[in-house]
């Protein structure tokens, strides 16, 4: 079973353009009336969230929800998207199947516009496993589906949190999430089966914020002494 | 007499005060003034000397009504004055710079004038330096009152004018380039549309002094550095260099770029500022056993450092003359050649294991003006020394992407020691693509437009590009696991 955490902020448009078929929880972090009204005329769960800004505690913040609400099995799966990455196309039934046949813990989904389709072959049909334990890894986690068990293991690494805590700004808490898999062997692929509105890659804009999350990356990196492969491994595509 | 004290904004500020953009322009500010010409003593004079409207006023009587019989003033023994003419001028304003002005004390060998506004000179017979601001601003040289060249320089903005005699006046604009005019030799100047000057011995755009080093960021991160170039328009140099950045901070050649310390309240050259380690929480140069190609060094984070700023400014403003009409207009400097790329040296092996170093880029536009009030012909709302810092927050906005500015922008880091080589962007390590080196860093522009929205309908595009921005880019490296990282994208 599928379940579903949206980031939203300020992006109440957008609401209605993630299909149904799945328990959904809305994490709000800057709230309207508005915003409430929609969710709960889509059907949708919600948390509120005091803070702006912080994705990282937001997605914690929502999984928490997902977790307790729904009370996921272990080979259940959440899915995890930002408010303006609404599906373009969206075939979870086969992103599921892919991950069940090759043992794939944890899907990328691809944006309209992503870079990392420059460095990593990805088929329109089927998925790349991809390798995540390089400094720059492909995990980004504006749009990705896990499966619970793969999330469990990684919360209890992370004294309960998918996403390290210690990443309060933009950037790196995805990176970093690619390098505990890595750390824990949990197979990641990347696939075009689930297309999400957007672009990945090129967010110069964050650039002033990003050197205090990069420094939070690197010192868990020595914290935790976490070999970095210079040169990913050769990608399989399945 | 009138002897208006000097414009000594602040004489003790520090480092960690000045280098923030309104501290920036209190650097501008420091400027000193020796005397200020003030509206109220223009108006003061034309009352004692009337129908002298018409005429031209002694720039002698304004500052000492007792010249004739006081003739020596010392002006501290300094041997350079400067004078501001502190009002909203007009062309119809005529100051001759003859006459009283040369009864000053012996020991003066420059004067600069420095003015808001146009105006109309005369008797340009000392070695007189003008300065005017604002693209729109200029001044009218009347040759009847001697020769436009025996001035010692000409600075006046993007454009001058002379009179030649014929009832309207003739425009210059050096193709484009500001105004400036320095050693220029006495003689007539030739009557006509394309009289160009004899001598052209060097351009500058004094306005540079004002940049300063902006404190770091929070965290306890060390401050950062200003390295700019005092010569983007050096018509004395034949050949323009190829390179923006041949070594650390090079724009166009060493002897014309100055570097701004801690602490320093003055700005050092290359050469005076290698010659010995710098000490205090500066940043600081490799020796002379580290230097890369060129001569240059190598830059070296001190421990407590780990950001550098990098202002370099890319175009400015001038004026268009298009049927009768005067027109602002950006204009790209072309002869400076930023599409060669930053090549940047860091002391790699010297670099602190796991601390995140940022180099951020930030191509700025001189300004000349204000862009709120640019376009019009009416009286700045910002001071005259605000326009001077090229850190203003009064210049904001436009188009910012390596394409937007017109060339496309590269950054290369080589690293020293074992780390030599190449580094390749997005996490790869060194050595590992040195097929393609370089960076192409995302420009960015660091303030939503908002007032200048005008700039977008008063001719200030060209090809379609906007060009009165603050561009900025931002990277990041890193040395982990005995390796330099560049995390950039």
């Known amino acids: 079973m599928l379940y579903r955490v949206v980031l939203s902020h300020n992006q109440t448009e957008n609401i209605r353009k993630f299909p149904g078929g799945c328990s959904t929880v809305f994490v709000f972090d800057a709230p309207t009336k508005a915003d409430i009204d929609e969710c709960t005329a889509h059907g949708c769960s919600y948390v509120l969230m005091p803070v702006a800004g912080n994705r990282g505690a937001n997605r914690n913040a929502g999984l928490q929800k997902v977790l307790t609400t729904f009370k996921p099995n272990y080979d259940d799966y959440v899915e995890f998207l930002d408010g303006d990455r609404y599906p373009i196309t969206y075939n979870p039934e086969k992103v599921l199947r892919i991950m069940e046949e090759h ?5 990328l989904y691809s944006c309209g516009q992503d870079a990392r389709h420059e460095k990593i072959y990805v088929p329109l049909e089927g998925a790349t496993i991809v390798d995540t334990g390089t400094l720059c890894n492909p995990f980004y986690s504006c749009g990705f589906v896990m499966r619970v068990s793969a999330i469990l293991e990684v919360m209890a690494f992370n004294n309960g949190f998918l996403f390290e805590p210690r ?7 995805d990176q970093y999430l690619g390098l505990v898999c890595e750390h824990f062997k949990q197979k990641v692929a990347i696939t075009c089966e689930t297309l999400l509105n957007g672009k990945v890659g090129g967010d110069s804009d964050f650039h002033q914020d990003y050197r205090e999350s990069l420094q939070t990356y690197v010192d868990l990196i020595r914290e935790h002494d976490f070999p970095i492969r210079n040169e990913p491994r050769e990608f399989v595509v399945v | 007499m009138i002897n208006n004290p000097p414009r000594n904004i602040h004489t003790d500020y520090v480092a960690s005060d000045v280098f923030k953009p309104k501290d920036a322009n209190a650097l501008a500010a420091s400027v000193q003034y020796d005397f200020v010409i003030t509206k ?6 034309r009352e ?31 041997t ?13 304003d005529r100051f001759n710079f003859g006459g009283g002005l040369t009864s000053l004390a012996s020991n003066i060998q420059e004067v600069h004038i420095h003015s808001l506004s146009s105006y109309r000179a005369t008797g340009t017979s000392l070695n007189i330096f003008y300065h005017t601001h604002g693209t729109e601003n200029y001044v009218l040289f009347d040759e009847a009152g001697g020769s436009l060249f025996r001035s010692k320089s000409l600075h006046v903005g993007s454009f ?9 006046p003739q425009w210059h604009n050096n193709g484009g380039y500001p105004f400036i005019y320095e050693n220029c030799i006495e003689g007539p100047v030739p009557t006509g549309a394309s009289g160009e000057p004899d001598v052209i011995v060097e351009q500058k755009y004094w306005m540079t002094n004002a940049s300063g080093r902006r404190s770091g960021g929070g965290g306890g991160v060390g401050g950062t550095c200003v390295i700019t170039d005092f010569d983007i328009f050096d018509d004395g140099v034949d050949t323009v260099h190829s390179s923006v950045f041949s070594g650390l901070y090079t724009v166009i050649n060493a002897g014309n770029t100055r570097v701004l310390h801690n602490g320093a309240t003055e700005f050092s050259t290359i050469e005076d500022d290698t010659k010995g380690p710098i000490s205090g929480n500066g940043w600081s140069y490799a020796d002379s056993g580290h ?25 400015y403003k001038g004026v268009e003359y298009d049927s009768g009409v005067y027109k602002s207009k950006w204009y790209v400097n072309n002869r400076w050649t930023i599409g060669g790329g930053f090549d940047f040296g860091i002391m790699a092996n010297e670099l602190q294991e796991g601390i995140v170093y940022e180099v951020r880029i930030h191509i700025v536009s001189l300004p000349p003006s204000d862009p709120h009030t640019w376009h019009n012909a009416v009286e700045p709302h910002v001071p005259f020394n605000e326009w001077a810092s090229p850190i203003s927050e009064k210049v904001t906005p436009g188009v910012k992407d390596s394409e937007s500015l017109g060339q496309d922008i590269t950054l290369q880091i080589l690293f020293t020691g074992e780390f030599s080589g190449q580094c390749a962007p997005w996490g790869s390590p060194p050595g590992t693509s040195s097929s393609n080196p370089y960076i192409k860093p995302s420009f960015k522009q660091p303030a939503a437009i908002s007032d200048n929205n005008d700039c977008s309908t008063y001719s200030v595009r060209t090809s379609g590009r906007i060009y009165d921005i603050i561009a900025e880019a931002t990277v990041q490296f890193v040395l982990l696991g005995n390796r330099a990282y560049i995390m950039s994208y």
């Open chain 2, 160 to 168: 001058m004018l002379w009179d030649n005699g014929e009832g309207y």
């Open chain 1, 167 to 173: 990443f309060t700004k933009w950037g790196s808490e």
């Open chain 2, 48 to 78: 004692k000397h009337e129908n002298t409207q018409e005429d031209w006023m002694d720039v002698g009587s304004l500052l000492w009504e007792d010249y004739e019989t006081t003739p020596d003033y010392t002006c501290g023994g300094r």
């Open chain 2, 291 to 315: 230097r890369w190609y060129n001569e240059y060094p190598w830059f070296r984070f001190n421990p407590d450092e780990n950001v550098l700023d990098i202002y370099t400014w890319f175009a």
């Open chain 1, 103 to 107: 043992d794939i813990q944890c899907m």
């Open chain 2, 80 to 92: 350079a004055i400067h004078i501001l003419i502190n009002f909203h001028t007009t062309i119809e």
């Open chain 2, 40 to 45: 109220e003593r223009v108006d003061e004079y």
